[in-house]
């Protein structure tokens, strides 16, 4: 009895000690990343920028109010994900329809998978659109995205014209470009 009852007292005293650590982490890197004042990553919004590397190692910068002329297709995923294997080809496919109107590009959050996982996931896919790494998870966090897939349709002001939390239908994805581009399919 003793001998359970001491077992307990140590897994009890490293859960607390695991937590403890757990939360100094999070206070640390919520304080390491700070969206400017007033950012919210919903529609309506101004997007912020972001500048990361992209899986050929050339930075990117994407976003904010010098976003350009086309439409920006953002889109946050990780490999495990399987939601996103369900939508890669709806996204290459967009890409290749709609790459004179809108900029596609995929941020995987590298903090939350493994980088070579990524990479076999682009090549088994065939996505040929910039694929940024987030590696710090610090995008991530800045755009508040806790679920996989989410995509953001940002216009050319830099305003965020829609937050997806999911996948969405090849179509609905067409209505919402065309929408937004007044492109035609």
Known sequence: MRTITAWFA???????LGIFQYMQQDVNAA????APSGFKPKAGYESI???LPG????????GGKTSGEKLLFVNFWASWC????????DLQKLHEQYGDVMTLYGVNSTNYDKERSAREFVEEHGLTFPMLMDREGSVT????????PTSFLIDGN???????????TYGEW????????????
């Open 10 to 16: 140590i897994a009890f005293i490293c859960a607390g």
């Open 31 to 34: 304080s390491d990343v700070s």
């Open 49 to 51: 920028a972001i500048s």
């Open 55 to 62: 899986m050929d190692e050339q930075s990117y910068t994407v």
């Open 82 to 89: 399987g939601p996103c294997e369900m939508e890669a080809a």
């Open 141 to 148: 966090k800045q755009y508040k995205v806790n679920t996989f």
């Open 158 to 168: 830099g305003v965020i014209r829609e937050r997806i939390n999911g996948v969405i």
């Open 174 to 185: 067409e209505r919402l470009i065309r929408k937004w581009t007044n492109a035609e399919g």
